[in-house]
């Protein structure tokens, strides 16, 4: 339940401008997650979350994920760091083996990069598979996942 609602709440964040707590409240019970802002608050905490300037030059909540430098971003690496306990891949599909219950987690974390060349994702409970264009593709990814972990 709680890294089901942790991934909702990265993607929420990834797809809408949430300036509150307040909005994000609202934003999970209209997804069908029960919480409370002391429930919110805590997720918020855990996820490193921190309020960037947004589009609309409002400080909205953000997971500080950043494309510049390629650099696998803050909330990639804990995740992954906490979730991830194997990556492989065969032709243009990256198998990624999670702890229980963290798979959704981690693919939210994943998706929120928007990595150049991943065409999707698809997670349940404890795996999370990623198709890429091409088997070149895959290999740089597997690698570029693994060095994440490492960190």
Known sequence: MKAGRQAKILELIAEYQIETQEELLFALREAGFAV???TISRDIKELQL???MGKNGRYCYTSGTSAQNGEPARDLQSIFSHAILKVDYAGNTVVIKC????AQAACAALDSRRIEGVVGTLAGEDTI?????????AAAFTRYLADS???
Not at 99 to 102: I, N, Q
Not at 129 to 137: A, D, H, I, M, W
């Open 99 to 102: 702890r229980s219950g963290m």
């Open 149 to 151: 972990e490492m960190q």
């Open 36 to 38: 409370t802002q002391a």
């Open 129 to 137: 598979f990623v198709l890429v264009r091409s088997e070149t593709q």
């Open 50 to 52: 921190v309020k960037q």
